[in-house]
């Protein structure tokens, strides 16, 4: 099929102006990104928004709550891990999109501020997550969110964060997880799948970055259930899925072979790809196209945060 219009647009612009990571620092990749930003307009507006600093494994980890509701109703939770690569992005990059998760599928939001790679290398990011659910479990009934459903969640290496979460909380006896949202999740570091040799080069987010980001996360190698999902013995026991990935993105094959592994074990899953979007499309709200897909995808996650359709 042709390639829409505005995704051609899109695609070309991020091409001509997105930074090749794998030539810069990190630290000066991220102010290059931070500097290129919108400033935030705090929407949609939301009842409460805090910013908190708890106890995390690496001292202090920032967390942003977002509460869309009333103050008299208890609302299911979302605990979220943004993207960047394992390197870049931050709270306020995912702010607008948090936002509109918590008003889309009503759920308060815990965003999670987890610490970046090359400086803390993995698992710093993954046991920052998972510090994050513990929290939200224990604490979360104060802001207005029920800890009974909490659902991890998370796009790009955020989604890999919320898999590999998911499998820790299974195996260390951690707080109940009633379900997972991976929108086109990092799932592993396997570059010869067909989408990577479809659409490595020239869709934005291409191959030769994805290499780099893994050598920025994992310098010690990736085989370890808390960098790589597919490492465990097994995925039975596991939450339900939603499993959204991109047509024309390097990961998309190992998504929709992470949702077909997952439906195998016995785990409930809905697998979704979006033909003709690209990596990160979900957080592209000018465009005209994402819109309609976040609606789909909120009446995806709302069945994760019913108790009695989870479990």
């Not at 796009?155 to 195996?171: E, H, I, P, W, Y």
């Not at 990736?222 to 939450?239: C, F, H, K």
Request: net charge negative.
């Amino acid at each position: 099929m042709p390639m829409h219009p505005e995704v051609a647009s899109m695609l070309e612009a991020l091409e001509a102006g997105f930074p090749d990571v794998t030539a810069i620092p990190p630290r000066e990749l991220r102010e290059i990104i931070r500097s290129g930003r919108a400033p935030l307009e705090h929407l949609p507006a939301m009842r409460e928004v805090h910013d908190l600093v708890v106890d995390g494994p690496g001292g202090g980890l920032t967390l942003r709550l977002y509460h869309p509701g009333s103050s008299e109703v208890v609302l299911p939770v979302v605990v979220f891990a943004h993207g960047g690569g394992f390197v870049f992005c931050d709270l306020d990059s995912h702010d607008e999109f948090c936002r509109s998760m918590a008003e889309g599928v009503r759920a308060v939001v815990v965003s999670v501020d987890y610490r970046l790679a090359p400086e803390h290398p993995a698992p710093a990011a993954h046991d920052d997550m998972f510090a994050a659910l513990e929290w939200t479990a224990a604490n979360i009934a104060s802001y207005g969110g029920d800890p009974a459903r909490i659902v991890l969640a998370g796009d790009s290496a955020g989604g890999n964060l919320a898999a590999t979460v998911a499998l820790a909380a299974r195996d260390r006896g951690g707080p109940t997880v009633l379900g997972q949202a991976l929108f086109y999740p990092v799932i592993d570091d396997d570059f010869d799948t067909e989408s990577y040799r479809k659409y490595g080069t020239g869709y934005y987010n291409s191959a030769a970055a994805m290499r780099w980001y893994w050598e920025q996360y994992a310098p010690d190698g990736t085989d370890d259930p808390r960098l790589i999902p597919t490492r465990a013995e097994s995925l039975d026991g596991l939450p339900s899925a939603v499993v959204v990935a991109a047509e024309l993105d390097p990961p998309c094959s190992s998504g929709d072979d992470y949702a077909d592994r997952l439906a195998a074990a016995g785990v409930h899953v809905q697998h979704r790809r979006f033909d003709g979007l690209f990596h990160g499309f979900l957080t592209f709200p000018a465009m005209s196209l994402t819109e309609p897909a976040r609606q789909e995808v909120w009446k995806m996650m709302r069945p994760l945060l019913d108790d009695r359709i989870s479990r």
